[in-house]
């Protein structure tokens, strides 16, 4: 970090102390490891500069839920990101721990995308207030990844104090939650002026990238999360011609740190 040389030696330790965090969601089915690897190339030395990228595991293990056939014919990032242990979720389809069904050669099975039912969200909200429940103002930034980027349109509403320092918001084939009880109770804010309520949205400049060939997550329903869950002035949409993955073209990389250093207004 660059020093202010007009401050006192004390102003500038505690700027050497103070580090920036930028909390990284991966998505179904993959683990901190497996996203922090996906994210290798867009997190340039820049960015490292002025964050440290601070990845978690979501906890819910599913493990085995795609076999290999599921595997072979998905794409080239759900290959590298399904292929490996420790598969986790941020929260699980109703619809599947009713029916029993684990694997998604299960007929009765439901892609969390899909489920209208959506379960154990709390156990992920408590996760994330435990890590950052003393360092809250240090996270500066957020990055989620499919469920991962949904799961933080739903903190916004679930542990709104997450939120009181964060600036920037990268919304990665983000997708609208089917369940309107995740969301609809929590979004409205009954300490308004006028005691009418109002509708709770990231306030944060957010950018939201889609690819024009995802074929698990359409632009509508990208659209829609974006639309309900962040305010419209402050978003920004990023479309790339990929499929369901973290694009890694130089363009996006450009884009991805171009976002998250542009000045946010707040001292550092």
Not at 22 to 31: I, K, L, M, T, V
Not at 98 to 111: F, H, I, M, N, Q
Request: with cysteine.
């Amino acid at each position: 970090m660059e020093k202010d040389c007009s401050g006192t030696k004390e102003e500038e330790d505690k700027k050497e102390k103070l580090v920036l965090k930028c909390a990284c969601f991966h998505g179904f089915s993959q683990n901190a490891d497996a996203f922090r690897k996906r994210t290798g190339s867009i997190r340039t030395t820049k960015l490292k500069r002025k964050y440290e990228f601070v990845f978690l595991d979501a906890p819910h293990a599913v493990d085995g839920v795609f076999g290999e056939d599921e595997e072979r014919n998905a794409n080239a990032h759900a290959r590298a990101t399904t292929n490996c242990s420790n598969h986790r979720s941020w929260w699980l389809a109703g619809e599947n721990v009713e029916s029993g069904a684990t694997k998604a050669t299960d007929a009765a099975w439901v892609r969390p995308a899909k489920s209208r039912k959506i379960v154990g969200l709390e156990d992920s909200v408590e996760l994330v207030r435990e890590t950052f429940v003393k360092t809250e103002g240090e996270v500066r930034a957020l990055v989620g990844f499919s469920q991962g980027a949904t799961f933080i349109a739903l903190l916004r509403r679930k542990l709104p104090e997450l939120f009181k320092n964060v600036r920037k918001v990268v919304s990665i084939a983000g997708f609208d939650p089917l369940d309107e009880e995740a969301y609809a109770a929590a979004a409205i804010d009954d300490d308004d002026d006028d005691g009418k309520g109002v509708k709770v949205k990231v306030e944060s400049k957010s950018l939201h990238v889609h690819g024009a060939n995802d074929a698990l997550v359409t632009r509508d329903r990208c659209d829609r999360l974006r639309d309900l869950f962040y305010d419209a002035e402050n978003a920004s949409t990023f479309e790339h011609e990929g499929g369901h993955g973290v694009p890694t073209s130089k363009q996006f990389r450009e884009a991805f740190e171009t976002f998250l250093l542009q000045d946010d207004g707040a001292e550092t």
